[in-house]
């Protein structure tokens, strides 16, 4: 059980272009998933938190106009990339925190590889 | 922000050896876990530690938390090739947010 999956795995795009990632729980209810950044060979970087039902709160330095988060479901949480730069290109990855455990177990989902061109 | 960092930075063994790596953190946490991540995939969970535990163990890992030094080791034993991946820990301060440390990554040698 707890499997992330996260769609597309791969995405390579134009300059200017918008791209949505979507992640999803598929066997168990997140109220809370949460979004990384992770540039080659450097560590992840929290970009935001998406609570379902509620917007989303992001870090410090993460521009909330240029990475829109939607939190439409218990299930769902999508990261659209707006007018995107190569700067941008980088591993995309996304965890859900299942909303009935106490404990702060996080399942992964397998990453988005997005290159800008 | 970031705030684990260890060492060492990358290691390399051969099969059947010990590994260790360390993790260093600046605030107080909650709990701290650590992470396996093969080249270009998601993150797996390998085990979590509370504030208030000093060592846990699963399998060939051990790992300890000293908070009092705001540091945690992770050891793999009896290492294989399919321990080749690079490894995080991350903190908890209670929020549930991670924060991840840089990784440190292992070649096993057969």
């Known amino acids: 059980g707890a499997v992330v999956s996260q769609h597309p795995s791969r995405v390579i795009c134009k300059s200017g272009t918008s791209v949505k990632i979507e992640c999803r729980s598929l066997?168990?209810?997140?109220?809370?998933m949460f979004w990384y950044r992770q540039f080659p060979k450097q560590s992840l970087m929290l970009m935001a938190t998406?609570?379902?039902?509620?917007?989303?709160?992001?870090e410090q330095g993460v521009e909330k106009d240029k990475f829109l988060i939607n939190h439409a479901s218990l299930t769902l949480s999508t990261l659209t990339v707006t007018s995107a730069h190569p700067e941008d290109s980088s591993f995309y990855i996304c965890?859900?925190?299942?909303?009935?455990?106490?404990?702060?177990?996080?399942?992964f989902g397998p990453g988005t590889r997005l290159t800008v061109l | 922000s970031q705030q684990g960092e260890e060492d060492p930075q990358a290691l390399s063994i051969q099969e059947g050896e010990n590994a260790t790596m360390n993790c260093s953190y600046k605030?107080?946490?909650?709990?701290l876990q650590w992470y396996r991540q093969n080249s270009g995939r998601g993150l797996v969970h390998l085990i979590l530690?509370?504030?208030?535990?000093r060592e846990k163990h699963s399998g060939r890992l051990r790992v300890t938390l000293d908070t009092s030094k705001k540091s945690s080791s992770l050891l793999i034993t009896a290492s294989r090739a399919a321990d080749t991946a690079s490894y995080f820990c991350?903190?908890?301060?209670?929020?549930?947010?991670?924060?991840f440390g840089a990784g440190t990554t292992v070649t096993v040698r057969a």
């Open positions: 965890s859900a925190r299942p909303g009935l455990r106490d404990d702060n177990e996080q399942f």
């Open positions: 066997d168990f209810q997140a109220t809370t």
């Open positions: 998406s609570n379902e039902g509620s917007k989303a709160t992001y």
């Open positions: 605030t107080s946490i909650n709990n």
């Open positions: 530690i509370r504030s208030n535990e």
């Open positions: 991350a903190t908890d301060a209670g929020d549930y947010k991670l924060s």
